[in-house]
């Protein structure tokens, strides 16, 4: 079945380390895309990536960092520098040229810093 | 800069009624995309239905249809026959070509038996 794998579901750290998230899709899709849900908000982007080797930050990419050296995966970090990292990661994939087309997403990451 | 902007933190409807989600956005372009997606407690975001704003018709799948009012910039959710199913946060978004979808704050649909 083709989709979009995110790994773990839920990840506990201490606070001051910096921890990666794990997103894989095996859509052959060209875009993939981190966003931040935080309870009573929609969806905020973090970061995103059009190409192999190419990705731009999104709204809050402070604290955040990004690879994309394979088509199928990109993986987010949360650095110590960002100050609430609290919250549920999505992660979603599409087909380029997009227009209308449908963003694909991962089951999620809850990640809780203590 | 585009907003979308949902109004209904909280919605409740009946079994087998019919419940309408409102949304509404800001933008100054002609041509732009919208889309409902539905998020239940699983979590797992899944695309409901979408509208091109050329498109004067519609959009409708199955049990879901949107009322899109372009001079109004507006684009409300249309559930018929509820069923226990479609209780869930639902996201209304926009989107101009080439650029990043805008996401609504979401409106919780719950579903009374």
């Known amino acids: 079945d083709g989709g979009i794998t995110q790994s773990p579901k839920y990840l506990f750290r201490k606070e001051g380390q910096n921890v990666t998230l794990s997103c894989e899709q095996n859509?052959?899709?060209?875009?993939m895309y981190w966003y931040r849900q935080d309870p009573g908000q929609g969806l905020r982007l973090i970061y995103y990536?059009?190409?192999?080797?190419?990705?731009q930050k999104g709204d809050i990419a402070e604290g955040y960092s990004v690879s994309r050296e394979k088509k199928e995966s990109f993986p987010l970090t949360v650095t110590s520098a960002q100050k609430n990292p609290t919250a549920f990661y999505l992660c979603?994939?599409?087909?380029?040229?997009?227009?209308?087309?449908?963003?694909?997403f991962g089951p999620g990451t809850r990640l809780t810093v203590t | 800069a585009q907003t979308v902007t949902q109004s209904q933190p909280e919605m409740s409807v009946q079994e087998a009624e019919t419940v309408t989600l409102s949304c509404t956005y800001d933008?100054?372009?002609?041509?732009?995309?919208l889309f409902w997606y539905k998020q239940p407690p699983s979590r797992q975001m899944i695309l409901v239905i979408r509208?091109?704003?050329?498109k004067q018709q519609n959009a409708t799948e199955n049990r879901f249809s949107v009322n899109f009012q372009k001079a109004a910039k507006s684009f409300s959710l249309k559930i018929s026959d509820s069923q226990l199913g479609d209780a869930a946060m639902y996201f209304c978004?926009?989107?101009?070509?080439?650029?990043?979808?805008?996401w609504g704050a979401g409106t919780k649909l719950i579903i009374k038996p």
């Open positions: 979603a994939s599409r087909i380029l040229p997009d227009g209308d087309s449908e963003q694909y």
């Open positions: 859509l052959n899709h060209d875009a």
């Open positions: 990536s059009q190409i192999v080797n190419d990705f």
């Open positions: 933008t100054s372009e002609s041509d732009y995309y």
């Open positions: 509208q091109e704003a050329y």
């Open positions: 978004a926009y989107k101009e070509s080439n650029y990043q979808l805008i």
